[in-house]
């Protein structure tokens, strides 16, 4: 169980990182991209780019916001 | 896509990580044993080997769209990760990653650690630390290295890159036999976090279905625009700190 523990703690470390926003937020922006291309036959190339932009700023802002 | 822009980000972040595990090694080797430290390494190097052997023939196997849809999305995840610490680092809140004071760090463990005889390794300390370093960061070369040269249907120019970073680094290590400390590696990371976002963001937006304006030559404008925003945010950071008083660094250092 320790080892299980470890290894999935070394492949959310590896992959996700020290926040999982941005990772939330990508998969978010992926899946609205999709949604809009397929559905609503809209090619959003633009989307990806912005939600990639904010969450970066965003995560940046929560890091370093010493004001919490 | 030409090979030379594959090879030349390849290159560059397999060489961030290398000098990272060269830093452990050395560390290692130096101070406890080198014998030990080569098997570790040596076992390391067998493990990945298997990795690879056992993930890129299965990652090819997947049809061009769906890799470029998790793999675009690993890679945007990945080099936000990569960009996040460098924009901190260059804005004072996270500690610079000192090639020169981790090996400190290192030696000073490795001095205090007892020497144990396992499995047949004369020190299983050395063992352990140097078969850690060069998996951890082999692994980040491995998926660098698959995922760019899958994309790219180019996988022998992605393996020229990652070679030459490890030979050069590995040479330049035994030249000086010291951690490389003059690497602009804060900087390099930069540069590597905006080549990851902006392929990742490329790929995975492709993967999502988009057609985008310029096909490939969309990069071209990506590129310079990623590394743009988050210079940007290095020079919001600083205004900010400039408002406020001394910032505190909030995060403190982690490998990586």
């Known amino acids: 169980m320790k080892y299980l523990k470890s290894f999935g703690a070394f492949w959310y470390d590896f992959i996700i990182g020290d926040d999982w926003h941005v990772a939330a937020l990508i998969v978010a922006g992926l899946a609205l991209t999709a949604l809009l291309t397929h559905a609503a036959h809209v090619n959003a190339w633009w989307l990806l780019p912005l939600v990639a932009f904010a969450a970066l700023g965003w995560s940046l802002h929560r890091a370093t916001d010493f004001r919490k | ?256």
């Open chain 2, 1 to 256: 896509m030409n090979a030379l822009p594959l090879i030349l980000t390849v290159f560059v972040a397999c060489a961030v990580e290398a000098v990272e595990a060269l830093t452990i090694v050395l560390a290692t080797g130096i101070t406890r044993e080198w014998k030990s430290t080569f098997q570790g390494m040596a076992v390391a190097l067998v493990v990945l080997a298997v990795i690879t052997a056992a993930v890129g023939p299965a990652i090819s196997y997947l049809p061009l769209t769906a890799l470029r849809l998790v793999v675009g999305a690993l890679l945007a995840i990945f080099g936000l990760q990569w960009l996040r610490k460098a924009v901190l680092r260059a804005t004072g809140y996270k500690a610079l990653h000192d090639e020169a004071s981790a090996y400190l760090r290192e030696v000073a463990a490795a001095k205090e650690a007892a020497v144990e005889r396992r499995r047949g390794v004369s020190d299983w300390y050395s063992f352990t630390l140097a078969f850690k370093g060069v998996l951890l960061e082999g692994l980040e070369v491995v998926f660098i290295v698959i995922t760019f040269g899958d994309n790219q249907k180019n996988i022998g120019a992605a393996v020229i890159g990652a070679a030459a970073a490890i030979i050069v680094v590995t040479l330049t290590g035994i030249a000086v036999r010291a951690p490389l400390t003059k690497v602009p590696e804060n900087w390099m990371k930069f540069a590597v976090g905006v080549m990851l976002t902006s392929f990742g963001t490329f790929w995975g937006a492709e993967g999502a279905g988009v057609a985008w304006p310029g096909n490939d030559a969309a990069l071209l404008v990506l590129v310079p625009v990623v590394a743009l925003v988050a210079a940007g945010y290095i020079f919001w950071l600083r205004s900010r700190q400039g408002g406020a008083a001394a910032a505190p660094a909030k995060e403190s250092e982690v490998v990586g």
